[in-house]
């Protein structure tokens, strides 16, 4: 039958121009000799374009031509049907991948007429085939990737996936992304993606799933849907990238934005948001709310001594004791500073708040007094040194009970004052804010005033025998600020919790030698023996002062005989053998020592046996109170004198005002006084004028 067919060459030709393959017949040199119809529709040519031109090197591509050819030969040679691929040129240029099934005809004689190449055009087929390859590596290679099929089964996933989700692809195909569904995203967020898919054919977004061991994880997910010709999904691709460790991140910065990365408590901004929302809801409901600032002021000192690390075990020590505490009550705490606490305290009932405020600190301190604390293995109670500021909001008749920066404020300057109380708390008031206000612009107006120190003065109290002769002086320091005169009694403190002190005691000896030498150039030394300069506990115990004072010699040798140091109790009660120490460097370079305000402070008797000194000034607070009825002072007054006399020390009283006072002192066998019914401190022109008149008139003074 195909026999028959094939001896009928127009029903060849009809089969040849009807088939949807591309059929070439070339010669036996390669030459085409005739093409049908589909060869023509897919080329673009028209037959007599190519009939009679060399297939391979007119229309194979350069690089495939010695390949095309040598199978040609290879095909004359074996005349085996052979199938091969390989490109052929439309007359626009664009290769056709082909792919070829190519035989030889031969005659009676058996040898080759023709040969007929019959290929099929795979080029789209072969392109499809190089995307899904590429796709398929960077599927393979890339983010975490999941398709479904139009019914939402998963149908191909990654490695990528595997790898984030837990889930391999047995465990997936054929199932839909719900099994990736971690609950934690309600019915509105599933239909506003829905709503973006087939709207926008995507959405992309943060999602929570749910891992295979069951935790939960963040992604970045954008699903694309495909689409077919006819505008049906047929499939949806979602690629997604794992941010849970971004956003762990992102947590961590946002817990730290409000809380305490040591404690974990709110930081100061945290607390005082949290403060002033408090405070609103306390306008409101009629309760009162309390703040406590507490600071530990013995955390500084344990820091240097056993280290961070153990501070911190110790604050989270006591801020879990402290909660013990606060239980039974609505709080809530902060880190405010370094080593101070802020806690809030809300919903008091009014008429309760000051006697809970004082319950509760009276508890902070009685725990935080005697801390028991474990060192080296051994247990000991440590005093952390608690310092509380309280406040109670809101307040009716001042604003600033309702500002939570102001609130703080408050409560941190109650307990700096509370520092000097016994019980170790303090409320805030007005009146304390005052003082505190006025105290820190002294400290700044006399922080100018010691840089530039031209605002002091040094004036003289001379001090007397029983006969009314000057026998010496002391030197008290006068600021002159603003044109007022500040006492010492104000400014002397402030400078002491610094090393300003030390600065305004140097000025004040260089002054007073310098005051020497011109009364010695006046000749007026004689009527003025001696001079006392007030020595702070931190001056007398500087590093330096056994080289300033041997400066100061070495410019002028006589001082030493001319100056007395006054101390007081308070500089060696804590350290007793360092200040004998100093008390014999500074008696070798030939100065005299007195003890100020004696019967003040310790008075111990056992110090004074113990120390070298050369006189007791008694205090003016023992001397006012000498009267003619009252006898207590005057016996402790005598027990003093007598004390001197047995250590061989002179007595000064201090702060005489009356003849009474005189009298009495006098009979008591005191030999020196110093006060307002001799002479007030005087400017030191008026010193010379008083030393001037005495050189004159050697008239006694203050006996009449
Ligand atoms: P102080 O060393 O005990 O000085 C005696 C104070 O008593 C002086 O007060 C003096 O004016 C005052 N006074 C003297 N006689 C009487 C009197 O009859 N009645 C009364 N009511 N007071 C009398 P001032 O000058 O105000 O000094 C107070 C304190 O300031 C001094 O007490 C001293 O502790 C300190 N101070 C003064 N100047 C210096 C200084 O240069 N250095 C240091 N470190 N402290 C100084
Ligand atoms: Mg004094
Ligand atoms: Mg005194």
């Known amino acids: 039958m195909l026999q028959s067919i094939c001896q009928n060459p127009q029903l060849v030709e009809t089969v040849l121009h009807t088939v949807d393959s591309l059929v070439i017949v070339l010669d036996q040199d390669g030459i085409v000799r005739a093409m049908n119809a589909a060869a023509v529709a897919f080329t673009h040519y028209d037959p007599e374009e190519v009939v009679g031109r060399y297939h391979w090197s007119d229309f194979v591509p350069v690089n495939e031509q010695d390949k095309v050819e040598s199978l040609f030969k290879n095909l004359l040679k074996k005349r085996t049907v052979q199938n091969v691929e390989h490109h052929w040129i439309t007359k626009e240029g664009r290769p056709l991948l082909l792919k070829w099934h190519n035989a030889v005809i031969t005659d009676a004689h058996d040898k080759i007429n023709y040969v007929i190449a019959t290929g099929v055009n795979i080029t789209d087929q072969a392109l499809l085939e190089e995307e899904l390859r590429i796709s398929r590596k960077v599927v393979e290679t890339g983010d975490p990737v999941l398709i479904t099929d139009a019914n939402l089964r998963i149908i191909r996933i990654n490695e990528a996936f595997s790898r984030v989700t837990g889930y391999s692809e047995a465990d997936v195909l054929g199932k839909t992304p719900r099994i990736l569904s971690s609950g934690v995203h309600d019915q509105a967020f599933y239909a506003h993606m829905w709503q973006s898919l087939s709207t926008n054919g995507n959405w992309a977004g943060e999602i929570t799933n749910r891992h295979k061991s ?163 293995e051994e247990e000991e109670r440590f005093n952390l040194y608690p310092e509380i500021g309280i406040c109670t909001f809101p307040g009716a008749n001042d604003a600033s009970l309702l500002d939570a920066e102001a609130l703080i404020h408050h409560a941190l300057v109650a307990s700096q004052k509370s520092r000097d109380k016994q019980e170790c708390y303090e409320f805030y008031s007005n009146a304390l804010q005052r003082a505190v206000d006025e105290s820190h612009q002294l400290e700044v107006a006399l922080n100018h005033a010691i840089q530039k120190l031209d605002e002091f003065e040094l004036h003289h109290q001379p001090q007397f025998d029983a006969q009314g002769r000057v026998t010496g002086g002391e030197a008290l320091i006068r600021w002159k600020h603003n044109g007022i005169l500040v006492p010492p009694g104000l400014f002397i403190p402030l400078a002491e919790k610094t090393d300003d002190i030390i600065t305004i005691n140097r000025w004040v000896f260089k002054q007073a030698v310098a005051q020497l030498h011109t009364l010695d150039k006046s000749g007026l030394l004689k009527q003025y023996p001696s001079l006392s300069i007030n020595f702070s506990p931190k001056c007398i115990m500087a590093a330096d002062l056994v080289t300033f004072l041997q400066n100061e010699l070495e410019q002028t040798p006589w001082i030493a005989q001319r100056i007395k140091l006054e101390v007081t109790e308070s500089s060696f009660i804590h350290d007793i053998d360092a200040f004998k ?34 006189e007791i000034k008694i205090d003016k607070s023992f001397v006012s109170k000498l009267s003619k009825q009252c006898e207590r002072p005057c016996r402790v007054i005598k027990s003093i004198i007598s004390i001197a006399k047995a250590l061989n020390v002179n007595v000064v009283a201090e702060g005489v005002e009356t003849p009474v006072q005189l009298e009495a002192l006098k009979a008591l066998e005191c030999a020196h006084f110093q006060g307002f019914l001799f002479s007030k401190p005087l400017p030191f022109p008026a010193l010379i004028g008083l030393l001037t008149d005495n050189q004159r008139s050697a008239a006694p003074i203050g006996t009449a």
């Open 214 to 376: 069951g935790h939960h994880f963040t992604e970045y997910m954008r699903i694309a849907a495909l689409h077919d010709n006819d505008g049906q999904v047929t499939h949806y691709v979602s690629s997604f990238i794992d941010i849970s460790a971004a956003k762990a991140n992102e947590q961590k910065l946002r817990f730290l934005a409000r809380f305490d990365s040591q404690t974990g408590i709110a930081n100061r901004d945290y607390f005082t948001q949290k403060l002033r929302q408090s405070i609103q809801t306390h306008q409101h409901n009629r309760q009162k709310g309390l703040l406590f600032y507490l600071r530990l002021g013995f955390l500084e000192k344990m820091e240097a001594h056993y280290g961070n690390a153990f501070v911190d075990t110790v604050i989270l020590k006591v801020l879990h004791d402290l909660e013990h505490t606060l239980s039974g009550y609505q709080y809530f705490l902060g880190r405010v500073t370094g080593s101070g606490f802020g806690i809030c305290v809300q919903n008091v009932p009014r008429t309760a708040g000051l006697k809970t405020a004082t319950h509760l600190a009276l508890e902070m301190v009685e725990l935080t007094k005697h801390y028991p604390l474990a060192i080296d």
């Open 581 to 614: 120490q100093r008390l014999a460097e500074i008696k070798a370079l030939g100065f005299k020592v007195s003890i100020d305000d004696f019967g003040t402070g310790y008075s111990s008797l056992s110090y004074l046996t113990e120390l070298e000194f050369d």
